[in-house]
């Protein structure tokens, strides 16, 4: 991984098992004949906003701040990352193999993994030892080969690397978010809030997304309902609509990595450094937890190699405004 993303609870890369990327440059994936790309998508009107945070909690090796005032123009976003169902669709349509596919196996978290196939396990990383080397997870066999999605058709796809995002993206005639997008979108019009909400994680004590509840990593209590991902409409959605932005998956961005980019770089419309190691993603998952990584904190944010992929990063499109 970039080593300017320090690995967290949420993270496992390829390169941590000694893998490069096999992934071709170039994806070549025929867009749906028709497809309107923003049909059933929120409309966002650009503006500027207050981007980043100085916020104490926050992780000021990861380029969370300073906040910085940043203008975007109009586009469009999904309300929800994309599901399992649509997904399939993609792959019905296509026969895409996803990179966790090519390479045979997946980051799986250890809780989630049957005794059968744990008997199996011949790899878990080392720096976050509850991330298992699962060979044949992938979208749809989420924990492994005895493992399915059928239960799981409204919930994020999942084990889907930066590679795979994009190709889905081509073939539906969109794209993915810049991260200046995404934080902007996913602050739903709040400035300078920790959550999409507001300040209070739990206001009046009601959950209002899918985090770790419990002692990481051995105990989940699931007091917000959920162990693993969460139906995509789950909680209330942000002020522009949009829903889970905080916990349930990783979503990855546009943008290559970087921890200082911003300070150098355009205020308008920024879209990260020509070039990197690792890819960003935002909005935290299942697995963030205020011990160890409340990265679901709106302005937190994390990178990954583009071909890596794990049980909780997926992702939501974009679509320019003409």
């Known amino acids: 991984m970039d080593q300017s993303a320090k690995?967290?609870?949420?993270?496992?890369?390829?390169?941590?098992?000694g893998v490069t990327d096999n992934a071709p440059a170039e994806i070549i994936i025929p867009a749906a004949a028709g497809k309107k790309s923003t049909e059933g998508m929120i409309y966002i009107p650009g503006g500027q906003f207050l981007?980043?945070?100085?916020?104490?909690?926050?992780?000021?090796?990861?380029?969370?701040?300073?906040v910085r005032p940043?203008?975007?123009?109009?586009?469009?976003?999904?309300?929800?990352?994309?599901?399992?169902?649509?997904?399939?669709?993609?792959?019905?349509?296509?026969?895409?193999?996803?990179?966790?596919?090519?390479f045979g196996w997946s980051f799986v978290f250890h809780l989630f993994v049957s005794p059968e196939t744990a008997e199996q396990v011949k790899f878990k990383v080392q720096q976050t030892p509850w991330w298992w080397n699962v060979e044949g997870a992938d979208?749809?066999?989420?924990?492994?080969?005895?493992?399915?999605?059928?239960?799981?058709?409204?919930?994020?796809?999942?084990?889907?690397s930066w590679n795979d995002a994009m190709a889905y993206c081509q073939w539906a005639g969109k794209r993915l978010p810049t991260e200046a997008e995404w934080e902007y979108a996913a602050r739903g019009g709040l400035e300078q809030k920790r959550y999409p909400w507001g300040d209070i994680l739990k206001p009046d004590g009601k959950h209002m997304c899918n985090i770790w509840?419990?002692?990481?990593?051995?105990?989940?209590?699931?007091?917000?309902?959920?162990?693993?991902?969460a139906p995509v409409r789950s909680f209330e959605p942000n002020g522009?609509?949009?829903?889970?932005?905080?916990?349930?998956?990783?979503?990855?961005?546009?943008?290559?990595?970087?921890?200082?980019?911003?300070?150098r770089s355009t205020a308008i419309n920024p879209k990260g450094p020509s070039a990197g190691q690792s890819r960003?993603?935002?909005?935290?998952?299942?697995?963030?937890?205020?011990?160890?990584?409340?990265?679901?904190r709106v302005a937190a944010r994390t990178a990954n190699t583009p071909d890596s992929s794990t049980g909780n990063m997926g992702f939501r499109c974009v679509a320019d405004a003409e």
């Open 70 to 102: 940043v203008t975007i123009d109009s586009f469009y976003i999904d309300p929800c990352t994309v599901t399992n169902e649509e997904f399939k669709r993609f792959i019905d349509a296509t026969g895409y193999k996803t990179d966790a596919q090519k």
């Open 280 to 296: 960003s993603m935002r909005g935290g998952s299942y697995l963030c937890h205020k011990s160890y990584c409340n990265r679901y």
């Open 213 to 229: 509840q419990g002692k990481f990593p051995d105990k989940n209590n699931q007091s917000d309902g959920y162990a693993g991902t």
């Open 7 to 17: 690995p967290s609870c949420c993270s496992a890369s390829r390169s941590a098992a």
């Open 139 to 160: 979208w749809n066999h989420p924990e492994g080969p005895d493992s399915h999605i059928e239960d799981r058709m409204d919930h994020p796809v999942t084990h889907v």
């Open 240 to 263: 522009y609509g949009l829903y889970n932005v905080s916990g349930n998956v990783w979503e990855w961005c546009s943008d290559w990595f970087s921890r200082d980019y911003h300070l």
């Open 51 to 66: 981007m980043g945070t100085d916020d104490q909690e926050g992780f000021p090796q990861d380029g969370e701040g300073p």
